[in-house]
């Protein structure tokens, strides 16, 4: 069986477990708790040198790091049901609007960024919050700007089922609840959100699903 190394509010790690549902892939987990460090330690830098979950241990023994980069190999090795489009246009935007959450949203709201912002450059909470809500705000902006553009307005991001998008787009919502952004005016973005929540597979990977955890 494969291992995964994960966290329960790694948002990283929740697409991952969203993706491992939707296909039906039982894995085996291993939790790595970010908030004391665990990431930092000699074995599990030995495993993912960036020091930053998920990481993935495949039954033929390879690692594998990076959300994106796991989901893709997931979908080749296990086709259905599809997380990508076929049609090549549809597939580059799916990309597109996870790579605006994956690259673009997600690494300013990170852990590290957060303690440098705290520890290296003295920002105090309200400073935090200001950045948290700059970054976090203007990239779901984009993202319903993305499904604004959309020729149909399907129920998931690009089409009657869940793929990529949606698998990025849902842990980066359950981010922005956390740290208390009001997006509330984004309809597209909170509509998907709220139809993918009501499937199994999102509800299973739910951070309060997680064997590792805490309130
Ligand atoms: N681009 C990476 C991001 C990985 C990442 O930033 N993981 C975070 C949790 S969501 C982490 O491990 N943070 C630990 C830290 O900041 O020390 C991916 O998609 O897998």
């Not at 790579?99 to 909470?125: F, G, M, S, W």
Request: proline share 6%.
């Amino acid at each position: 069986m494969m291992t995964f190394h994960g966290y329960f509010r790694s948002s990283s790690a929740y697409r991952c477990r969203i993706a491992f549902n939707l296909k039906g892939v039982e894995y085996e987990f291993r939790p790595v708790h970010l908030k004391s460090g665990a990431q930092k330690g000699e074995t599990y830098k030995a495993l993912n040198p960036q020091m930053l979950v998920p990481t993935l241990e495949t039954e033929g023994g390879d690692t594998l790091i990076q959300s994106l980069a796991i989901m893709e190999w997931l979908d080749e090795t296990h086709p259905e049901p599809p997380l990508l489009s076929r049609d090549p246009i549809t597939r580059a935007k799916e990309r597109g609007f996870s790579q605006v959450i994956a690259c673009e949203i997600h690494p300013l709201q990170n852990l590290r960024v957060l303690k440098y912002l705290a520890e290296e450059l003295d920002a105090d909470e309200d400073a935090k919050n200001a950045w948290l809500s700059r970054w976090l705000t203007d990239g779901l902006e984009a993202c319903e700007g993305l499904l604004a553009q959309r020729e149909t307005a399907t129920p998931f991001c690009y089409g009657d089922a869940p793929g990529m998008a949606d698998i990025c787009l849902v842990p980066q919502v359950f981010s922005a609840q956390r740290f208390n952004m009001d997006i509330s005016h984004l309809s597209l973005v909170n509509e998907i959100y709220a139809n993918c929540a009501a499937l199994d597979a999102f509800e299973k990977a739910h951070p309060k699903n997680q064997p590792d955890f805490e309130a």
